[in-house]
């Protein structure tokens, strides 16, 4: 079977208008009849005013969340500078160490050879990878003096080999 109801229209209730709206709706009912655009009311020319929950919530972002956000940002970069300077400032003492104590096992072992004044071609070039060696450890020590005169050292223990 084919469905013969009719959609009805709604009817029409009377509205609940309070005594505020009235004056509006009959401005605009007048408004229609005669063609001119309606004077916009009151409540509807301003916007409307941020609730005081909203205001406390800005109050707090503002005075609070913010310059701590500011504060936390600046604190990270604070402290990965500062985390840069002391890890290059404990490379730097562990390399000026590490040198120092390469000069003091080199001199040591040099004065061990002089000592023993052994001869030959591998006396010759042990002496030499030796002298290389503390001179480099001289210069990482930031010793430039002492490894100008060990090298000077070096240059006459060749030319009195050959």
């Known amino acids: 079977m084919a469905d013969t109801t009719v959609a009805r229209p709604a009817r029409e209730t009377s509205s ?8 509006d709706v009959l401005a605009a009912s007048v408004a229609r009849v005669s063609g ?10 301003r916007s409307p005013r941020p609730s005081l929950r909203t205001q406390l919530i800005l109050v707090v972002l503002a005075a609070a969340i913010v310059p701590l956000a500011l504060l936390a940002l600046w604190l990270a ?29 080199f001199e040591h072992a040099r004065d061990l050879i002089r000592e023993g004044s052994a001869a030959g071609p591998e006396f010759t070039k042990q002496v030499r990878r030796l002298s290389r060696q503390l001179i480099r450890a001289y210069e990482l020590a930031g010793r430039p003096g002492q490894a100008s005169a060990v090298n000077e050292e070096l240059a006459s223990l060749v030319r009195g080999k050959m």
Do not use: I
């Not at 001119?36 to 020319?45: E, F, I, T, V, W």
């Open 77 to 105: 970069r604070a402290s990965g500078r500062a985390g840069e300077a002391l890890l290059t400032a404990r490379l730097d003492a562990a390399v000026l160490s590490a040198a120092n104590e390469a000069v003091a096992h």
């Open 16 to 23: 609940q208008l309070s005594p505020q709206a009235v004056p």
């Open 36 to 45: 001119a655009q309606p004077a916009p009311s009151s409540s509807a020319a």
